[in-house]
């Protein structure tokens, strides 16, 4: 089975929101959520976009995608984030999440960033296989530190 990839189009938001709740109840917290199909059209296609997207697609329908940001290392320099790679369920093991990292590697080399990062759970063992078998480098000893918006709304109440 064929499939491409390509950058995606504001159109392919609706698809990209339908994978990223997909993940969510595949990470075993489906009510987390909060973002919608206008957050991605604006955010990601609006004045200074906040993010790229590669989608997958197999015969007109997406199966993928691989969402990524600019960061910046104080050690490195320049960065790219992949906040998620998702490949629909039903498309797993078809080989296009290799195709979609392999782009998410294109591109950060083609801008010349100096790392790529991106967190992986300590339970989904076939993703850290899957990274580990791409030369990717888990840093088991550092722990993902998180303000949600009810935290930040808190933290800034006590300023």
């Known amino acids: 089975m064929g499939f491409k990839i390509r950058n995606a189009k504001k159109s392919d938001m609706p698809h990209i929101l339908n994978l990223i709740k997909e993940l969510a109840v595949f990470e075993k ?7 919608s199909v ?3 059209e604006k955010d990601g296609f609006g004045k200074n976009p906040a993010f790229h997207c590669f989608v997958a697609e197999v015969n007109g329908k997406i199966e993928g995608m691989a969402l990524i940001y600019n960061r910046y290392s104080t050690w ?3 960065a790219l984030h992949l906040e998620d790679l998702i ?4 498309m ?4 296009i999440g290799t195709a979609l990292l392999d782009e998410v590697v294109k591109y ?3 801008i010349g960033v100096k790392r790529i990062t991106w967190e992986v759970l ?3 063992e076939p993703a850290i296989i899957f990274y580990e078998k791409k030369g990717a480098n888990i840093m088991r000893e550092w722990n993902v530190v998180h303000l949600n918006e009810h935290a930040i709304k808190n933290y800034i109440s006590k300023l």
């Open 29 to 35: 917290e489906p009510e987390a959520v909060e973002v």
């Open 38 to 40: 206008s957050d991605l």
């Open 76 to 78: 490195k320099g320049k």
């Open 87 to 90: 490949v629909s369920e039903t």
């Open 92 to 95: 797993r093991g078809s080989g």
């Open 108 to 110: 950060g080399h083609q």
């Open 122 to 124: 300590n339970w989904n």
